[in-house]
């Protein structure tokens, strides 16, 4: 009798390995490597966002159909700016290192950055400058879109895009 119960116990103690092994698979079969995160603020306002659905190229450059439509992308989240007030934004380290440019109502930034942090005057991002006669307005809401560059290629690997709306 007592054979028996040291048998039980180890066919136990093994099915229940056995089961926290394949549980530990499965849900790390279910995992997604998260998406890099990209931070403005504005004031004592914080918005951060994952890359914007369908400008993801997974660590690949993206295609010219791609950027087009992600260039054309409205929206994200957005943030309200009062005059005067500095825009930060920040992007995780390997974002950093491929490089990352900010592309705004003007030209925002005119050299890619290796840095996880900038700083804008709210002034340059709203600031809309027309090709044909090289005056600049300024606009009430703008499109930010943040490109992570891929190495030699240079073109966009990945965009976020956040709403800029200046305060009244």
């Given at each position: 009798?007592?054979?028996?119960?040291?048998?039980?116990?180890?066919?136990?103690?093994?099915?229940?390995?056995?089961?926290?092994?394949?549980?530990?698979?499965?849900?790390?079969?279910?995992?997604?490597?998260?998406?890099?995160?990209?931070?403005?603020?504005?004031?004592?306002?914080?918005?951060?966002?994952?890359v914007t659905p369908g400008c993801d190229g997974e660590g690949k450059v993206l295609d010219k159909k791609t950027i087009e439509s992600c260039l054309s992308k409205k929206?994200?989240?957005?943030?309200?700016?009062?005059?005067?007030?500095?825009?930060?934004?920040g992007v995780e380290p390997e974002v950093a290192k491929s490089g990352w440019i900010v592309i705004g109502g003007g030209p925002v930034m005119r050299e890619p950055s290796?840095?996880?942090?900038?700083?804008?005057?709210?002034?340059?991002?709203?600031?809309?400058?027309?090709?044909?006669?090289?005056?600049?307005?300024?606009?009430?809401?703008?499109?930010?879109?943040?490109?992570?560059?891929?190495?030699?290629?240079?073109?966009?690997?990945?965009?976020?895009?956040?709403?800029?709306?200046?305060?009244?």
């Amino acid at each position: 009798m007592t054979a028996a119960l040291i048998s039980w116990g180890k066919g136990r103690r093994a099915a229940a390995a056995i089961g926290a092994v394949s549980l530990g698979l499965i849900t790390l079969s279910a995992c997604e490597k998260p998406t890099p995160l990209a931070t403005v603020t504005a004031g004592s306002t914080t918005v951060t966002s994952e890359v914007t659905p369908g400008c993801d190229g997974e660590g690949k450059v993206l295609d010219k159909k791609t950027i087009e439509s992600c260039l054309s992308k409205k929206g994200g989240k957005t943030i309200t700016v009062s005059p005067g007030e500095k825009v930060r934004i920040g992007v995780e380290p390997e974002v950093a290192k491929s490089g990352w440019i900010v592309i705004g109502g003007g030209p925002v930034m005119r050299e890619p950055s290796k840095e996880t942090y900038r700083s804008f005057d709210a002034e340059a991002l709203f600031a809309m400058q027309n090709p044909q006669t090289g005056q600049t307005s300024y606009t009430k809401e703008v499109t930010l879109q943040i490109a992570e560059l891929g190495g030699d290629a240079g073109g966009p690997k990945a965009m976020w895009h956040f709403t800029l709306k200046q305060k009244d």
